[in-house]
């Protein structure tokens, strides 16, 4: 079973500016275990879930948590999904 995500990318406009620039959404499939990253990396990155346990509750490793958040980061829930 695969979802589809409708994300957008929120990137900072120059120096005094009030609003963050919006990219055009973006449509994402993922399968159920990307959902489930998605779902553990925003808790890491929003709610201050600690790395290590995401990694427990993903079964990998912290470094690769960490690596997860980065691409997130980055690029959003099309970070996270599969080629």
Do not use: W
């Amino acid at each position: 079973m695969k979802c589809r995500i409708l994300t957008s990318v929120c990137l900072p406009l120059p120096h005094g500016a009030m609003e963050p620039a919006m990219h055009p959404a973006t449509l994402v499939t993922l399968n159920m275990r990307e959902l489930d990253r998605l779902k553990v990396v925003q808790a890491v990155v929003d709610m201050g879930l600690k790395p290590g346990r995401a990694a427990d509750r993903l079964g990998l490793t912290v470094r690769q948590v960490e690596r997860l958040v980065l691409r997130y980061k980055k690029s959003g829930a099309a970070g996270l999904a599969s080629a």
